[in-house]
Every structure is written in structure tokens, then in C-alpha cells.
């Protein structure tokens, strides 16, 4: 982490590789996991992510980057990313965080490999979640949320999707919501 942390901050190469860069995000989600008690720490280190993983998947090559979306949610913004594939009529691979996940984490290791599998994959934060902690505190209806995101996929991408074949992959709690959204 520190000699992450010396690259981050000037003191290493210029450029850190896309490798550095996601483990640099991981190293801060799994930090930021014991800061619950001081959520000035805990606000920080998540800062830190959002500042690192859009260098990261700018690094990317090829086909499947993450592309960084916005969907209209009641009187805001569920942040997400969306991986599509190049070919059209692939399913669909909504990924809900746990409680205390983000968007950046599953999207970059577990979406990847359902989009090497042949899927289409959006990862988001949904309220009371990531960069949703701030705006929206967690509801009891977050089925709403998954909702609006399906909503948006079928408005944004309906020829480019096969939305008939979709699934979602919960995590932690987020089975019972997973239950709920259907």
C-alpha cells in the first residue's frame, strides 16, 4: 500500500499501470470498511476511489470498457458503469452491491469476467450506497432503484440488449433485495 500510495502521490513512475491503479482501489475499498465510526475517514478513503478508478479504466484496452453512466432516479442520479459488449443481442448482468460495496469494485473484477463470458454488465450505487451515501440514505422500496436502472437500460440500449435474458448477481444482503426487485 505504500509504495501505492508513493505512486499516487508523485513520488513513483508518472504513470502507474492499470494493475497498480485497480489494486490502489481495492487497497482503499477494503480500508474504508473499518471507518465506520469515523465517517470523515470513511469519506476520504472513498474519495480516493472515485479519483483513481476513472484513471484506471481509462488504461483500459480494447473493447469492454467501463463507461461511466448516470440514471435518472427520483429527484437525482444513480452513478454506474456500464460494460457492453461489441456484438448486439447479449444478455444483461445487473450487479447490486452489498451495503457496504461500490459499483467500482464489482464492475472491475466481477464484472469483467461476465463480460469475457459474453455479457453485457452494469454495476451501480444504489441509495445509501457508494456515491449515493451522501445524496440518499438506504429506502425500504430499493426495488425502485433496480427498476429505474432496468427502465433506463430498456430506454438507452433497447436494440443493443437482450434484456429478455437478464440476471442479477446480489451481494451479502442483497439477496432479500434481489427477491424484492423481481
Given at each position: 500500500m505504500k509504495r501505492l500510495d508513493q505512486r499516487e502521490h508523485g513520488q513513483g513512475p508518472p504513470s502507474p499501470p492499470l494493475s497498480d491503479l485497480a489494486e490502489m482501489v481495492g487497497c482503499f475499498h477494503v480500508g474504508q470498511h473499518f471507518f465506520h465510526l469515523d465517517d470523515d475517514l470513511k469519506q476520504r478513503s472513498l474519495a480516493k476511489i472515485w479519483s483513481i478508478y476513472p484513471r484506471a479504466i481509462a488504461l483500459h484496452e480494447g473493447p469492454g470498457r467501463p463507461v461511466r453512466v448516470e440514471i435518472p432516479f427520483r429527484d437525482t442520479?444513480?452513478?454506474?458503469?456500464?460494460?457492453?459488449?461489441?456484438?448486439?443481442?447479449?444478455?444483461?448482468?445487473?450487479?447490486?452491491?452489498?451495503?457496504?460495496?461500490?459499483?467500482?469494485?464489482?464492475?472491475?473484477?466481477?464484472?469483467?469476467?461476465?463480460?469475457?463470458?459474453?455479457?453485457?454488465?452494469?454495476?451501480?450505487?444504489?441509495?445509501?450506497?457508494?456515491?449515493?451515501?451522501?445524496?440518499?440514505?438506504?429506502?425500504?422500496?430499493?426495488?425502485?432503484?433496480?427498476?429505474?436502472?432496468?427502465?433506463?437500460?430498456?430506454?438507452?440500449?433497447?436494440?443493443?440488449?437482450?434484456?429478455?435474458?437478464?440476471?442479477?448477481?446480489p451481494y451479502t444482503v442483497d439477496w432479500v433485495r434481489r427477491h424484492l426487485a423481481a
Open positions: 442520479h444513480l452513478p454506474g458503469y456500464l460494460r457492453l459488449r461489441p456484438e448486439p443481442h447479449r444478455p444483461v448482468v445487473i450487479q447490486i452491491n452489498g451495503l457496504d460495496n461500490l459499483k467500482e469494485i464489482e464492475q472491475d473484477a466481477i464484472g469483467r469476467m461476465f463480460h469475457e463470458a459474453g455479457m453485457n454488465t452494469i454495476a451501480f450505487d444504489g441509495p445509501g450506497q457508494g456515491e449515493m451515501r451522501a445524496r440518499m440514505p438506504m429506502i425500504p422500496d430499493y426495488h425502485t432503484a433496480v427498476s429505474a436502472v432496468l427502465d433506463w437500460l430498456d430506454r438507452e440500449h433497447r436494440g443493443h440488449l437482450d434484456l429478455s435474458r437478464l440476471d442479477e448477481v
